[in-house]
């Protein structure tokens, strides 16, 4: 039996929180004997498209990564050898004792179709790709490899591929109120917010956090108007 866990909140995918309870999940449904194949973080908004996908892990030696043989079939070219990588890995190796055997050697093999993230911490290179103004960018999963990548070589990418925006989040936190009820209370505020400004309920056991966010903003008018409505 395979299993898909989907979970759905912005407050997840800008970080404010961290995911714990698809990997809560996760783990019963393998007591149930159950395969989680996919887990899935999705916004609040259906209508949204994505200009850049990250994506991390897969790209191990062993057989079962799949990202780089996936990445090729949808973005063409042939797998090729890049050798900075290709030697670089073979010094990293030779200094840990490793042999450098065949597949070792295939995590220096990339689509042609991608720019080569060099990683100067591990054994698998990151992937740049694009088609049609949009970019799709593969890092290893470790997790300070991951993040070094994306310092020095993913975000001065994005920063030039797309224009300049920036996202703002304001919170403000209410104590005593059950959601519906603060719900109803600020109701005719809520409706009356600017459509460029949305309204998040983040409830905890103690306390309900409401977050006013701005997307893609390039001046300082929804900057200024959150700082209103939350003033």
Do not use: C
Request: hydrophobic share 40%.
């Amino acid at each position: 039996m395979k299993a898909e866990i989907i979970t759905i909140g912005d407050e997840i995918l800008i970080g404010q929180i961290v995911d714990t309870n698809s990997a809560w999940i996760a783990a019963r449904l393998n007591e149930a004997g159950f395969t989680v194949v996919r887990k899935l973080t999705v916004g609040d908004d259906r209508r949204e498209t994505a200009d850049a996908v990250i994506v991390t892990g897969g790209l191990g030696p062993t057989k079962d990564d799949i990202t780089k043989q996936t990445l090729a079939g949808i973005f063409g070219g042939e797998m090729v050898r890049d050798r900075e990588t290709y030697e670089r890995n073979g010094r990293i190796l030779a200094a840990r004792g490793i042999e450098y055997n065949e597949l070792n050697r295939e995590q220096a093999t990339v689509p042609s179709s991608a720019e080569v993230l060099q990683n100067m911490h591990g054994t698998a290179p990151g992937m740049w790709f694009t088609r049609g103004g949009k970019a799709v960018v593969s890092l290893p999963g470790v997790p300070f490899e991951m993040k070094e990548l994306m310092e020095t070589e993913v975000m001065p990418r994005l920063a030039a591929h797309f224009r300049q925006s920036k996202v703002v989040h304001r919170t403000a936190i209410t104590y005593g109120l059950a959601e519906s009820v603060l719900a109803a209370t600020i109701a005719e505020w809520e409706a009356a917010l600017p459509g460029y400004l949305h309204l998040a309920y983040l409830p905890s056991p103690s306390q309900i956090r409401l977050r006013l966010s701005a997307y893609d903003i390039e001046g300082r008018r929804e900057e200024e108007e959150i700082e209103r409505q939350f003033g």
